[in-house]
C-alpha cells in the first residue's frame, strides 16, 4: 500500500468497533460506562455525542479527525498493540486508533479506572 491509499481501517465505522470493544471489555466484567468514560476521555466527545455516533455509520477516520479535543495525556500511552510499538507510528489517525485499541486492553484486563486514564 503506498502512502496515498488510506488504510482499510480508516474506513470501517465506529459502531462496529464499539461493539467489539464492548463484548471485549463486558466479558471480562468491565461495564459499557468503563468504557464510554475511556472513548470520551481520549476524544473529548461526551457522552451523548458518543451515544449519537456509536448509532451512525461515522468512520474511524472521521471519529478522530472530528474529536472535539485529543487528551493532552494521550502521549503518556505507550507499550504495543499488535505487536507494534505506539510511539512509532508515524499516522496520526492511526495513532489514535492504536491508542484507544490499548486503553481498551487495559480496561479488559481489569487495570484500574485511574490509571488507564493517566492520572496522578
Known sequence: MDSTTPHRVFRMAFSSLYACYTQK???????????????????????????????????????FAEAPQMHPARVLITGKICGVQIDAIEDPTMRSIRYLDKLVDELAKGRPLEKILRKS
Open 25 to 63: 471489555v463486558t466479558k471480562k466484567y468491565r461495564s459499557t460506562e468503563e468504557l464510554d468514560t475511556v472513548i470520551c476521555w481520549l476524544t473529548g466527545y461526551s457522552r451523548e455525542a458518543l451515544a449519537t455516533l456509536r448509532e451512525s455509520d461515522t468512520d474511524l477516520q472521521t471519529f
